[in-house]
């Protein structure tokens, strides 16, 4: 697991990216401590361990992905784990389309000018995810958003038949999934997180709606 106090630096050597992927993401990183005291993107109280709460965090999503044309991110807020991955994609995926789904109006303003200072092309929708149906993803992201059963029923309007979810769950995974599956027919892999002790990245793919 990585250490709780690492900087942003050592979060890309413990993921290796590149120097290129390194410097974008610390652009990122000035813009998220320029903006937050006027929108509030995160809680101030997590500023300090950022590297790791929510850079690192959303970085080991990307050794889950499969090959992906378009991948939409929900709920997107800050940019975690979207704005992350799209910036790693924008060299070891180049081609890959990513979609936000944001509501606020000014958390877009900000995904979008974090778009502009570091070159990275993503497409911010600024409308309710219940509305958002223009994209068929092959990937579907979240993190910190909504109980799994929410986040399936959210993501399975414009996810393609083939598509997999990838969400961040904390320690209730086990229980949201038990819930879950009241309601969904669904496969799902658990992993480990390597930031959080009690997190789990899960993968979910074959989703279909129980029927009564």
Known sequence: MIDQNADLGAVCGYFNVSRETKEKLELYQTALLKWNPTINLVSKSTLATAAVRHFADSMQLWQYRKDFKTWVDIGSGAGFPGMVLAIIASEAAPSGQ?????????????????????????HVHTQRIEEFDAIQADIVSARALAPLSDLLALSKSFLKKDGICLYLKGQNCQTEI??????????????????????????VKEIERVRT
């Open 178 to 203: 038990g819930g879950a599956s009241r309601f969904w027919t669904f496969e799902a892999e658990q992993f480990a997180s390597e930031t959080d002790v009690n997190g789990t990245v899960l993968r």
């Open 98 to 122: 990513f979609h936000f789904v944001e509501s606020d109006a000014r958390k877009s303003a900000f995904l979008r000018n974090v778009s502009r200072e570091t070159g990275v092309t993503v």
